[in-house]
T-cell receptor, first 117, second 113 residues
Framework: GAVVSQHPSRVICKSGTSVKIECRSL??????MFWYRQFPKKSLMLMAT?????????EQGVEKDKFLINHASLTLSTLTVTSAHPEDSSFYIC?????????????FGPGTRLLVL | QQQVKQSPQSLIVQKGGISIINCAYE??????FPWYQQFPGKGPALLIA?????SEKKEGRFTISFNKSAKQFSLHIMDSQPGDSATYFC????????????FGGGTRLMVKP
C-alpha cells in the first residue's frame, strides 16, 4: 500500500526556535498534502491544504506566518513552526493524496510529536 | 462548530463482544464517510468507508451502517479483540471541496481480554 513518512518522528526544542517537519510520499506523487494538528486525546484538526507548486490554503484561525508550508515537489511537503512556543506543542500529522485521486486515497503519515520547552 | 459529532468518547468491551461507535453530521454536502483507527503515537489508518448510496458496508469484522435521512452513521466491530483497542475517528468529506476531511471527536476503545 501507499506509504507516507514524516521526519522527525519526535522533536524537543527550546522556546523561540523554529522546527521543520517533513512529509514525504514514498511510492507515489502527491499533488495535494494536508497538515493536521492533534492535541492529546483530541481529534485531528486540519491546519492547511498544500498543493504542489502553489501557496498553501490555511484554515480559519491558523497563522500562516507561524506555520509555514512549502510543497516544492510532488513527493515532499514541509511544515515549519516558526518561533515555537510551549502552546505549539502537539502531534502534527500530514496526509498525502496521489495525483488527481479522490479522498478515498488519502494516506496519513505516522505523525511528528513536537514538544517546546 | 463541530460538524461531525461522535459518541461515546470512550468504550470498554469484553473480548468477543460488539463495539458500536456512532457519528452524526449536519452538512448535507458530505458524501464520503470513512472510519479511521489510530494507535498511540501513530497516524490514523483508514479502516472502512461508505458513500450515501448504500446503507451498509461490511469488511471482515467491521461494518458501517448509514442512515441518510437521520444523517447518522455507525461503526460496528464484531467479535472485538484486545488488538482492536485503539482510538477510532469517524470523518466526513463533502463533494467538490478539495477532498477535505472533517473528523469526529474520537472514541477510545478498550477491549478487555
Amino acid at each position: 500500500g501507499a506509504v507516507v513518512s514524516q521526519h522527525p518522528s519526535r522533536v524537543i526544542c527550546k522556546s523561540g526556535t523554529s522546527v521543520k517537519i517533513e512529509c514525504r510520499s514514498l511510492d507515489f506523487q502527491a499533488t495535494t498534502m494536508f497538515w493536521y494538528r492533534q492535541f492529546p486525546k483530541k481529534s485531528l484538526m486540519l491546519m492547511a491544504t498544500s498543493n504542489e507548486g502553489s501557496k498553501a490554503t490555511y484554515e480559519q484561525g491558523v497563522e500562516k506566518d507561524k506555520f509555514l508550508i512549502n510543497h516544492a515537489s510532488l513527493t515532499l511537503s514541509t511544515l515549519t513552526v516558526t518561533s515555537a512556543h510551549p502552546e505549539d506543542s502537539s502531534f502534527y500529522i500530514c496526509s498525502a493524496q496521489p495525483g488527481l485521486a479522490g479522498v478515498e486515497t488519502q494516506y496519513f503519515g505516522p505523525g511528528t510529536r513536537l514538544l517546546v520547552l | 462548530q463541530q460538524q461531525v459529532k461522535q459518541s461515546p468518547q470512550s468504550l470498554i468491551v469484553q473480548k468477543g463482544g460488539i463495539s458500536i461507535i456512532n457519528c452524526a453530521y449536519e452538512n448535507t454536502a458530505f458524501d464520503y464517510f470513512p472510519w479511521y483507527q489510530q494507535f498511540p503515537g501513530k497516524g490514523p489508518a483508514l479502516l472502512i468507508a461508505i458513500r450515501p448510496d448504500v446503507s451498509e458496508k461490511k469488511e471482515g469484522r467491521f461494518t458501517i451502517s448509514f442512515n441518510k435521512s437521520a444523517k447518522q452513521f455507525s461503526l460496528h466491530i464484531m467479535d472485538s479483540q484486545p488488538g482492536d483497542s485503539a482510538t477510532y475517528f469517524c470523518a466526513a468529506s463533502p463533494c467538490n471541496a478539495g477532498n477535505m476531511l472533517t473528523f469526529g471527536g474520537g472514541t477510545r476503545l478498550m477491549v478487555k481480554p
